[in-house]
Nanobody, 123 residues
């Protein structure tokens, strides 16, 4: 499974971005998809995750109400809509895939990772 993120960029505080993660390769209906972010010198941080059916989602507390994760299984694509951006949202955002749900939030539970896309929010 290969994951490719896109949609990052430089945006002013209060603005919006939509990140896209395009997946290729063989994926089963059990796959959980997640978004993480990482600042230089810091640990990778869970942002959001979604089940295959999209019936279940999970969010890190600081992004609830501002971030929305969704997926289009027909296109093997996952999205992260980011609204009301804050300077503290600046980070490299990574898409990840988990074959079987072990944990929503632990990076070690995810089996595949993309290369990341930079999001920079100016104040």
């Amino acid at each position: 499974v290969q994951l490719v993120e896109s949609g990052g960029g430089l945006v002013q505080a209060g603005g919006s971005l939509r990140l896209t993660c395009a997946a290729s390769g063989r994926m089963s209906s059990s796959y959980v998809m997640g978004w993480f972010r990482q600042d230089p010198g810091k640990e990778r941080e869970f942002v959001a995750a979604i089940s295959w059916s999209a019936a279940s989602t999970a969010y890190e507390d600081s992004v609830k109400g501002r971030f929305t994760i969704s997926r289009d299984n027909a296109k093997n694509t996952v999205y992260l809509q980011i609204d009301s951006l804050k300077p503290e949202d600046t980070a490299v955002y990574y898409c990840a895939a988990q074959r079987l749900l072990r944990s929503w939030v632990l990076p070690s539970a995810y089996d595949y990772w993309g290369q990341g896309t930079q999001v920079t929010v100016s104040s």
